[in-house]
Nanobody, 122 residues
Framework: QVQLVESGGGLVQAGGSLRLSCAASGGAFVTYILGWFRQAPGKEREFVAGIRSGTINYADSVKGRFTMSRDNVKNTVFLQMNSLKPEDTAVYYC?????????????????WGQGTQVTVSS
């Protein structure tokens, strides 16, 4: 059983930056595919970024602004968010999926954190 705990959310003005962290415990961290998702009020959860076997994939809406990384020693994954926009406002979740050859769909992630709120004011 993998436990994921996000932190680092908050309120920031448009154009500002935040760094989210997700600490993992209870599993073989290095073997998991890790993803960041977000859900805004009234909207469906959407993929933000994911890392699998050293390859990082980003949603088009965040490319060039967000950077995902992982620290396998600290069992932590990060999401550096720069040039934030009001439309980035959402609850951000990290998730983990067992290693596989293809990128998992959101429903194929087995473990989810509790989420952290990111609010970007205009």
């Amino acid at each position: 059983q993998v436990q994921l705990v996000e932190s680092g959310g908050g309120l920031v003005q448009a154009g500002g930056s935040l760094r989210l962290s997700c600490a993992a415990s209870g599993g073989a961290f290095v073997t998991y595919i890790l993803g960041w998702f977000r859900q805004a009020p009234g909207k469906e959860r959407e993929f933000v970024a994911g890392i699998r076997s050293g390859t990082i994939n980003y949603a088009d809406s965040v490319k060039g602004r967000f950077t995902m990384s992982r620290d396998n020693v600290k069992n932590t994954v990060f999401l550096q968010m720069n040039s934030l926009k009001p439309e980035d406002t959402a609850v951000y979740y990290c998730a983990a999926a067992p290693s596989r050859a293809t990128w998992p769909r959101s429903y194929e992630y087995d473990y989810w954190g509790q989420g952290t709120q990111v609010t970007v004011s205009s």
